[in-house]
DNA sequence: GCTTGTGTGATTAACTGGGTTACAAGGATA
DNA sequence: TATCCTTGTAACCCAGTTAATCACACAAGC
């Protein structure tokens, strides 16, 4: 069929909006009017499997967020808004709630931080944004020395770079090991100030359990100023991202990688598979 | 109560997580986490009205979703990431969604725009955001001349008055009109190449239907080139705003408006007030 | 009159999400 | 060891929402 290509997308922009909130009969009233200049209900109907006396509503409620206009008449005709001022219409929406939201929840009683070494607590987060925000935050943070090992290239992100070179340049040593060539290069160059090498990763993934060995993929290891641990991996089939964090000078899992490190466990470029123990 | 205010906050929080996607417990949950350093499952559930049993199960998207961290143990524990982490993660969720959203939308069949004069054609759209938008949009695809009316201050933001100012830049002849003092002095200052004019509106809201006379407020009358037209009226009950929207050198309404400034009616500051005035 | 197409409203079915209960596992205490 | 309490998992029920269908009023054209 000719709109076969097409139909991806159509698919894809219906469950987008409907994250955005819409119903599905919004979503596809939506879509369909995107596809023509104007239509009618029942055009809108026969083009979106939406049925006919439905249309009205979807589209009424369209109508009120801004998203499509009404010519009233016999019969009456809509429109859908041009894109940009759907999504423009749609992103003020959010970003007005993002602020109050910040605001209403920095008035709340606050957490107060329990700042002690943290002995041996450690925690766990998922997400690949949420960790990268989390990595941005400890990066931020360090103020003398930051390790950091990345198992995968689309990890080092534009930003993730632009806080290294922040780092660098208010004196922290930094030290960035992974075995993408590419992504050394780009470090180099956005960082010039910054220690790269070769790092395999291998040693760990295969040090402990050999059933699951490859199941999982590490992602991030992070050491800042000897004390603060973000260690993440990436499960292969979901290619979901999941991370552990520790901080305190005397935290167990701060104290376990630095003293892998201090032995050039990690640093070394085949570091001898320090076999069964872990 | 000593919380008093702050209880405000947090049903405010609750609400707009929950517009943002999140379940009613899984807003909760995180606001109660917010308040403190960390909890069990049992404190939370005490302090945010989630039956215990029931945490869990919001705690467990909540950490998919990258808004909370776990530690586990016996028993469990549960932080809320900071909130800078939060939002931006949340909005990072988000902007994706803008952007893949657009894209997708834009890759469907066009529209093809039915450009031609559009005879009679009069579409009407709602919602302040939406109608600003358009608003925004005609500003920047004005060439030559560009009447501006606006019945109410909250109307006149910061985007548009830039977009007036880039009008003037380009050689475009801006004229504002408004009640308004404050707002004239705003615009004389930021957009200083733009004629502005005191104008009352009386005459807009009570001109035909005597019965409904009051009951409706003008929001904004824009005619741009002389060929496109908007205008807006605020319904005072439910303060929404909604527009009618024309184009084409002899569309009926743009006519109609033309004609009324040409007789001087919408520029003179005191119109004789046509027809029952009130 | 009849027919066709448009728009509104009511009605039913399916699903989601809130609220509750049951119960297994693991410590602690006696 | 027996018992009690806490923690965590899972299943369930109920209600409100949403998808889907149906009935009908109205207007225009034949």
Redesign the pocket.
Known sequence: MSSSDSNENRNQAVELLQQLGL???EAKCFVALSRVPEA???EISESSE?????V?DAVRILEAQGLVEVQH????LFRAVPVEEAISTLRDQYESRFDTLKDAIEDLDRPAESDSDSVHEVWSLSGTTAIANRTQQLVENTSDELFLLVGHESLVTDDLMGSLSEATDRGVSVIVGTEDQSVRDAIRERVPRAEVFVSKLDWLNTSSDPDDADEVRIGRVLLGDNSTILVSSIDPTTSKERAVYGRGFSNGLVVIVRRLMATGLIRSDDPAKRGGDE
């Open positions: 119903k599905e009969y009618t209900a029942k939406v049925p006919r006396t439905r009205y008449g016999n019969p009456q």
